[in-house]
């Protein structure tokens, strides 16, 4: 029955602007062209009709051809996730066990429909495996016979093991079958393996590429030996913190709707503390105006990751942009305005001051190991600034407010 509804359901899917974003093509036509026949094959009761000629109930096996479906089966359960190696890895080894269980069962069966051997080094299990009492079998004995199937189940797809000789010419095409269904599973599952590995490598190796072009570039330049070991820092710090991956670049490639929200999700505990510190307090429209400002800043956030001993912001330059810290640990010092140096850490932000006058920083912000940053520069802040009611007319006073007072001489 369970088998008949599936059929039913994969037959009567409806398409919506939801799947077509998700299947290239049409529901029901891929349906019929890859797994429908092993479906009906596995819904017809064969054997509950053949019965009547006293068929042998080796038609029950047709049922396991609905096997052959599972991998599609797990792409739909994935479908909406980001699969990663080891979901994948963790897939293939399912089939793997499930394939060996169904090879193991189906000895045991030929074993009950053929009859058990007289002794255990012989192709057929001993006879000390027969259940004597159905209605009450004791579990060494099925613990027994389950491992003399996963036996003969490991000896046709390893092919690493003693292998018995059969005794007739159905055992022996048995044997046969099994072996090639092995052959065929083994392979599957090392080029499926192979294919992780490469994949799980591949990203190592562009990195290492790139890491070996830098080191010939600046074995040509007659750089120092301090930016040498900074620019080998800036390299192991890339790798042992993102593992090679550019993230910014990464971001880019996203949808803008769906790369604000990711980028929101990731820096949400400064840029909340920033915004309900200085935005908050002159915002009359309420909380979602607030949220709609927060969401307008993420969209122009840009990530930045800094290895340690490197200065973000170096005090006398001209502040460009302010800081978002996700991750990571700084120190902030000021010969003038500071007498020890202030932590920053996850959650934090700097750089605010000045950032619309592009004025010359007070401080100096160094990483005391690596950090990832989101930074906003001045212009971009200036363009979320003026797509809001509530911060444009707040920007317009402190414009006008900052000519009313330049025209007086007093700045």
């Known amino acids: 029955m369970a088998y008949i509804l599936d059929i039913w359901f994969s037959w009567h899917v409806q398409e919506s602007p939801t799947s077509l974003e998700l299947y290239e093509q049409n529901l029901r036509s891929v349906y019929k062209k890859q797994r429908m026949l092993f479906d009906v094959i596995a819904a017809i009761p064969f054997y509950g009709v053949l019965v009547v000629f006293n068929c042998r109930p080796w038609m029950k096996l047709l049922r396991c051809v609905k096997i052959v479906n599972v991998m599609g089966y797990l792409d739909e359960i994935n479908r909406r996730s980001v699969a990663n190696e080891l979901t994948h890895f963790w897939h293939v080894w399912m089939m793997y066990l499930l394939v060996i269980h169904w090879v193991a069962c189906s000895y045991l ?120 070991s900074r620019t080998y820092a800036f390299m192991t710090s890339l790798w042992s913190s993102h593992a090679g991956v550019n993230y910014d670049e990464l971001l880019e490639e996203i949808p803008r709707p769906i790369r604000a929200a990711c980028v929101l999700h990731a820096s949400k505990e400064p840029i909340d503390w920033f915004v ?74 700097f750089g605010e001051r000045g950032l619309l006058g592009f004025s010359i920083s007070a401080y100096t912000v160094r990483t005391v190991r690596a950090c990832d940053l989101f930074s906003l520069s001045s212009e971009a802040f200036i363009k979320v600034l003026k797509q809001h009611e509530f911060s444009r007319f707040a920007l317009d006073i402190c414009s006008r407010s900052y000519k009313q007072i330049k025209e007086k001489h007093v700045v």
């Open 109 to 228: 069966a030929v074993a009950t429909e053929v009859g058990f051997g007289t002794e255990w080094e012989s192709w057929l299990p001993s006879q000390e495996l027969e259940i004597s009492d159905p209605e009450n079998p004791s579990s060494s004995q099925l613990s027994k016979r389950y491992l003399r199937g996963l036996f003969f189940a490991t000896t046709a797809f390893v092919k690493k093991t003693r292998n018995m000789k059969p005794e007739t010419a159905v055992l022996y095409t048995f044997q046969i079958t099994m072996s090639f269904m092995g052959l065929i599973t083994m392979s599957f599952v090392i080029g499926e393996l192979a294919s992780l590995f490469i994949s799980y490598i591949g990203l190592e190796v562009d990195f290492r590429k790139n890491h070996i072009a830098v080191e010939l570039y600046l074995a040509r330049l007659r750089v120092s030996d301090r930016l040498k």
């Open 276 to 349: 309900m510190k200085v935005f908050t307090p002159i915002c009359w429209n309420g909380k979602s105006a607030i949220e709609a400002f927060t969401l307008s800043l993420a969209e122009q956030l840009r990530f930045e990751g800094y290895p340690r001993d490197e200065n973000v912001v170096a005090e006398g330059s001209i502040v460009r942009a302010m800081y978002f810290v996700t991750k990571g640990h700084l120190n902030m010092q000021s010969n003038s305005l500071l007498d020890r140096p202030v932590g920053l850490g996850a959650g934090s932000y």
